[in-house]
């Protein structure tokens, strides 16, 4: 086998790992429910809007250097995952609260344009305990030290 295509979970932190295995669920299951079960997606869209999993797909995206490094310099990849990850975030944030203040008008009973209210759930809170989480990782070390 070949050493240089191994991953290497080793020097990755737990709640990379966690949020790695998180963002894989979440594509899966949403993608699976967006393809093969329709009355279901009709059902959760109000609620995660049209397309939920989409930055925990571009998470999975971009940790490809992070699981495959080989280099001594892995912490610096890992900072970059996780400034890259809060960044997704951001956007996300933003996009879903556009997506909500638009959607929020007449939605002539279909269920694509209704808000539901556990939308800001997964729009809003979901991602901001994760980009706390991540900032808290982040800045560990410098809370530790001082």
Do not use: C
Request: aromatic residues 18%; without cysteine; charged residues 15%.
């Amino acid at each position: 086998m070949n050493k240089k295509a191994m991953i290497n979970l080793n020097k990755i932190p737990f709640i990379i790992k966690f949020y790695l295995a998180f963002s894989l669920i979440a594509t899966l299951f949403f993608s699976i429910i967006l393809t093969f079960f329709s009355n279901i997606n009709e059902k959760l869209v109000p609620h995660v809007g049209w397309s939920p999993a989409t930055t925990y797909m571009f998470s999975l995206a971009i940790s490809i250097p992070i699981l495959f490094n080989k280099k001594q310099d892995t912490e610096r990849i890992i900072y970059r995952f996780i400034y890259g990850v809060i960044a997704l975030h951001i956007i996300g944030i933003i996009y879903g609260l556009k997506s909500i203040s638009i959607n929020e008008g007449n939605n002539f009973n279909n269920p694509y344009l209704t808000v539901g209210e556990y939308r800001y759930i997964w729009v809003l809170v979901i991602p901001i305990i994760w980009i706390s989480i991540f900032v808290y990782e982040r800045f560990k070390k410098v809370l530790k030290s001082s």
